[in-house]
Every structure is written in structure tokens, then in C-alpha cells.
């Protein structure tokens, strides 16, 4: 079983169903299914970068916005996906992990882009308005810590509360990022 309560032991499965499960596919076969996906996500996310680029000139939306909002939306669904189908396999600890790991990731792509732009620190050469998303990814991320570090409380009422703050405060700070 792939999603467990600590301290359970592992549910065995039918074992037709295991076996189709580890011996699907060959690993020379999922090696080449992987470089031909990676190959496949570089060249869409090339393509989506220029298109947000032309889409933020022709709208005069902007390109901070376009980037913080339509791209980062538009980039995120494969994860979206992924967290749903954790969710369905009831591995709650799965589908946070992926989604907070995947941030952690994204700061430290910070890192990389330091490194191959040549010219300056990146964070110099951006727009002022990126400061309205790093203040709102911290305020974000202090909302689902204080969330995590509470745990269960006996109160259902109070339960949604977090959650409807991250919503509205992420569509607070797309706003300010598209007036800016």
C-alpha cells in the first residue's frame, strides 16, 4: 500500500496488481520515456516563456504579472495534479511535501539563474514590483507553518480559516503585483 498511518503495517495488495505494477515497464524503456518527457518540458517551457513575453507586451499586462501570475499558474498544474492524486491516495504527508518542496525548489533556482546571468545578481536587474511576491510567498508560507505547528484542533469551525486566508491573500497580492 502506498499511502499508511504510521505505525500500520503495509496492506498487501492482490498480487496480480503488484506484479503489474513493478514490472510494467522495462528500465531502459523508462529511461528513454524520462529524456523524451525532459526533452518535451524544455522546449514547452521555452515556447510558454516567449508566449507570456508577447503576451505581456501586447496586453501591457506586464511581465512581472504575466510571470507571477499566468506562468507561474500555467507551470504549476502538472504539480496540481500530482497533489490531487496524493490527496486521492489519502498520503496527505505526500501531497504537502510536494507542494512545499517544490517551493523550496524554486528558491533555489534563484541560486542557478544567479549563476548563468552574467552581468549583475539577478536580483538587481528585476523589477521593484517582485518585491509584492516575496512578501507574499513569506507571508504565505508563515500562514501554512503556523497551520502545520497548530495540528488538529477539536474546533472543525476554525479548521477552513487558514486555507480561505491563503486564497484571498494570494489574489490580494496578484492584484497589487497588477496594478504596480
Do not use: W
Amino acid at each position: 500500500m502506498i499511502s499508511r498511518v504510521k505505525g500500520e503495517a503495509p496492506v498487501q495488495g492482490n498480487e496480480e496488481e503488484s506484479d503489474y505494477h513493478t514490472h510494467a515497464i522495462s528500465l531502459k524503456r523508462a529511461k528513454i520515456g524520462f529524456l523524451i518527457a525532459a526533452v518535451i518540458i524544455l522546449l514547452a517551457g521555452s515556447v510558454l516563456t516567449i508566449t507570456g513575453d508577447q503576451i505581456a507586451v501586447i496586453t501591457g499586462l506586464g511581465s512581472s504579472f504575466v510571470g507571477s501570475f499566468l506562468i507561474a499558474a500555467s507551470t504549476s498544474l502538472p504539480e496540481a495534479v500530482s497533489v490531487l492524486v496524493a490527496l486521492q491516495l489519502k498520503n496527505h504527508n505526500l501531497a504537502l511535501g510536494s507542494i512545499l518542496g517544490s517551493n523550496l525548489f524554486n528558491i533555489i533556482l534563484l541560486f542557478v539563474t544567479d549563476l548563468a546571468y552574467q552581468p549583475a545578481p539577478i536580483l538587481q536587474a528585476v523589477s521593484d514590483v517582485h518585491m509584492i511576491t516575496a512578501v507574499a510567498v513569506t507571508i504565505l508560507s508563515a500562514i501554512v507553518l503556523l497551520s502545520i505547528f497548530r495540528g488538529r484542533k477539536d474546533h472543525i469551525s476554525f479548521y477552513p480559516l487558514p486555507s480561505a486566508v491563503l486564497i484571498v491573500f494570494y489574489f490580494v497580492s496578484s492584484y497589487l503585483i497588477f496594478i504596480a
